[in-house]
């Protein structure tokens, strides 16, 4: 999968409506992380997305794991830390963040009460669907053919991705968030960074002057002084031209934006699946 993956982005990136789909990727996007503030603090982070990652897939994967799911803390906390992804105080915090937000209940075992199963409640699926229309929508620009849209009021579309993305994420030596190319995943460590990254991205593929700082603060839930460091981080990568009062990007975001939007666009591609193709094969070797 990964020299396909890595193919299949570049194929992405040649066709002519791509600008086109990277514009509409950012419009998407830009929606979802202008969230209420408790759901954008629960994207904030690339760590916080790979938690949630971990606890759809294994909720979602009833095959491997049989009706409960899988999502127990203790798997999670092997899948975090196997790879020394997430350290084990991120992941207690954003699983009391989830629960506290109503977006995740914990369901205890039959067998062993010690046990719990945490599962999504109706009130994720908005954000699950929200999270999958900026991919959808993108991609049916370059595949059209495929309607990807079309299935996304089908909660069995948004399980098969789980199950097969996740399922590819466990087997592929070089996961997709570790895929980003170094600059972006460099500020990407900062909260709220890629949020900033996507609203100056915006303006910029539609065509709009560079936002101002207290406009992305504002429209992100974030501080001033959130804002004013990320920029400060993004200035020093070579991301960010920074203004009196706005910042816009630089030739190096976009063309590291870009081939991430390529690179992601290509694994969404191959996992939102329709009904009739086959899921990838369980993986074991990190369960």
């Known amino acids: 999968m990964p020299n396909q993956l890595v193919s299949d982005a570049r194929r992405l990136a040649?066709?002519?409506?791509?600008?086109?789909a990277v514009q509409t990727y950012c419009v998407e996007l830009a929606r979802l992380r202008e969230a209420p503030w408790l759901l954008n603090a629960l994207i904030a982070t690339e760590a916080r997305?790979?938690?949630i990652g971990y606890l759809l897939y294994l909720a979602s994967d009833t095959e491997r794991f049989g009706p409960q799911g899988g999502a127990t803390y203790g798997r999670m906390l092997d899948l975090c830390t196997q790879r020394q992804e997430v350290k084990p105080r991120v992941l207690k915090t954003l699983l009391g963040l989830l629960?506290?937000?109503?977006?995740?209940?914990v369901v205890p075992d039959a067998q062993d009460r010690r046990i719990g199963y945490y599962r999504t409640t109706p009130k994720f699926d908005g954000f699950t669907k929200a999270w999958l229309t900026y991919a959808a929508t993108?991609?049916?620009?370059?595949?059209?053919?495929?309607?990807?849209?079309?299935?996304?009021?089908?909660?069995?579309?948004?399980?098969r991705f789980n199950v097969s993305g996740g399922r590819a994420h466990l087997s592929d030596e070089i996961p997709l968030v570790d895929r980003m190319p170094q600059p972006l995943a460099d500020l990407?460590?900062?909260?709220?960074?890629?949020?900033?990254?996507?609203?100056?991205?915006?303006?910029?593929?539609?065509?709009?002057?560079?936002?101002?700082?207290?406009?992305?603060a504002s429209r992100f839930g974030l501080s001033r002084g959130q804002v004013l460091n990320i920029i400060k981080a993004g200035v020093s990568l070579g991301l960010f031209q920074a203004g009196k009062s706005s910042v816009g990007p630089t030739p190096l975001l976009r063309e590291v934006f870009h081939q991430w939007v390529s690179i992601e666009?290509?694994?969404?591609a191959r996992h939102l699946r329709p009904p009739h193709e086959p899921l990838p094969?369980?993986?074991d070797h990190l369960l």
């Open 188 to 216: 990407n460590v900062m909260s709220g960074s890629f949020s900033i990254i996507v609203g100056v991205m915006e303006a910029d593929t539609s065509g709009l002057p560079p936002p101002s700082r207290a406009g992305l």
């Open 49 to 51: 997305w790979r938690i």
């Open 14 to 20: 040649l066709h002519p409506k791509f600008p086109q």
């Open 265 to 268: 666009l290509a694994f969404y």
């Open 281 to 283: 094969p369980v993986c």
């Open 138 to 159: 993108a991609l049916d620009l370059l595949e059209p053919k495929l309607e990807r849209q079309s299935y996304l009021d089908d909660p069995a579309f948004a399980i």
């Open 99 to 105: 629960k506290f937000s109503g977006v995740v209940t």
